[in-house]
């Protein structure tokens, strides 16, 4: 049995929960840290690059799903874990605001217990999806779940930004802690009695011999280019992330709960860009994954090039829109390329969706946390360098538009190429 239409929308409650407590973590929480408490972007940004590099241990959770009897309690228990961090992430800052040795090592504690619950509820999620989703249904789920998750990120954060206004760091913890709660409970909720329904098979072969089976995957040609892809695509994506709240503060004098808008005005035209290519590709038949992959990672490019010539013209009428279109063109991009992994994690001569899946997620982990860090750091040191923040920041946006372009020449050669002699199935694209 594969999962029903209501399956997926189930399993993508999972996913818009978690993308609203990390929304969280990298946006609200990051642009505090450099505004409220007058804090380096380099520090939210190591802290991100933290969680993020805690999820090296993908493939872990991602095998351990394969090989164990149930994939749902590495789902709850990561959620579990997630809430857990960021409701200390959150406690962390007024202990950086009177002490900053004691806050760091309580923000480093609880970034990575954010790292490790993304890690193991995604990854097992994403695991789930692709071994219970009919092959015909996965491009549609891709935007159905990533939809959800964009959407949750985008509600989350409109809705903080508006409960925010004045801030105060007991505010904060209340609407981190509620926050966290309710997605836990919806995550027990929407993964209730799944694998039962679906009666999936459990696999136990392989087991303890997990560095020979990543060594299998990385030896597929498909597998190994489409990670070298993700990875820099994603450092393309991430660069932004936790600049753009800390931008918007000290080039427009925005206040927290207006940045903070301003992310999910970011995150909106993430939903859109995404519902629209679900709808053109899978509704409709018009173009494919890889023409979808090209025109988000370009359209991102000329979206970004628009944002640093606002930042530096100070036309702020101008900065709403076209950060929502930047996420539009991010949510094309994301959208089409998830779709193209969800079909490619069971190729090969091995069926392992859990370490396939574990694999790009550790290299879209490490990539967001290398592009986060070094758009933080490079902000930092072009601030100083310049005295300006607007050219700063306009130097660092146009980085990111480069990196966008080199991600779309990638993508035209590597997505929907014919499969190797001895391989089966493709990624769609043609």
Do not use: K
């Amino acid at each position: 049995m594969t999962l029903s239409w209501f399956g997926i929308f189930r399993l993508g409650v999972v996913q818009m929960c978690l993308g609203a407590v990390v929304v969280l973590m990298t946006s609200t929480l990051n642009r505090l840290m450099v505004v409220e408490l007058s804090l380096p972007a380099v520090l939210p940004g190591f802290l991100v690059a933290l969680h993020y590099g805690v999820q090296i241990s993908r493939p872990n959770w991602g095998f351990l799903s394969d090989t164990g009897a149930s994939r749902r309690r590495w789902i709850v228990a990561g959620m579990a874990l997630l809430g857990a961090g960021a409701v200390l992430a959150a406690l962390a800052l007024p202990v950086l605001a009177a002490s900053f040795w004691p806050g760091l090592a309580l923000s480093v504690l609880a970034y990575a217990a954010i790292g490790l619950g993304v890690g193991a509820s995604g990854t097992s999620l994403l695991a789930l999806l692709a071994t219970a989703t009919a092959p015909q249904r996965r491009a549609a789920a891709a935007t159905i779940t990533w939809a959800m998750m964009i959407g949750g990120i985008a509600a989350t954060a409109a809705g903080v930004g508006q409960l925010l206004d004045p801030y105060s760091h007991d505010r904060l913890l209340a609407i981190v802690a509620a926050v966290a709660a309710a997605a836990l409970a919806l995550t027990v909720l929407a993964t209730a009695g799944v694998e039962r329904r679906l009666a999936l098979p459990v696999s136990v072969a392989g087991r303890l011999r997990f560095r020979a089976g990543i060594a299998a995957i990385w030896a597929e040609p498909r597998a190994r280019a489409f990670t070298l892809f993700v990875f820099l695509s994603m450092t393309a994506y991430f660069m932004q992330e936790l600049i753009m709240e800390p931008f918007a503060g000290l080039v427009f004098g925005l206040t927290p709960g207006q940045t903070t808008s301003l992310s999910g005005a970011q995150n909106g035209g993430v939903l859109v860009g995404m519902l629209a290519v679900g709808a053109a590709a899978t509704g409709l038949g018009l173009g494919s994954l890889r023409g979808w992959v090209v025109a988000g990672c370009l359209g991102s490019a000329a979206a970004l090039a628009a944002v640093a010539a606002i930042g530096t013209a100070g036309a702020a009428h101008l900065l709403f829109p076209a950060v929502a279109v930047l996420g539009v063109f991010n949510g094309m991009f994301a959208v089409a390329a998830v779709g193209a992994m969800m079909a490619l994690a069971g190729d090969g001569q091995a069926r392992r969706e859990g370490t396939r899946m574990g694999l790009w997620g550790a290299a879209q982990a490490m990539a967001a946390g290398f592009g986060g860090l070094a758009g933080a750091a490079l902000a930092d040191l072009l601030r100083r360098l310049m005295g300006s923040d607007a050219a700063a920041f306009e130097a660092v946006f146009l980085a990111e538009a480069a990196l966008f372009v080199a991600a779309a020449a990638m993508a035209a050669r590597i997505i929907g190429a014919p499969a190797p002699p001895g391989r089966t199935g493709m990624v769609p694209g043609e």
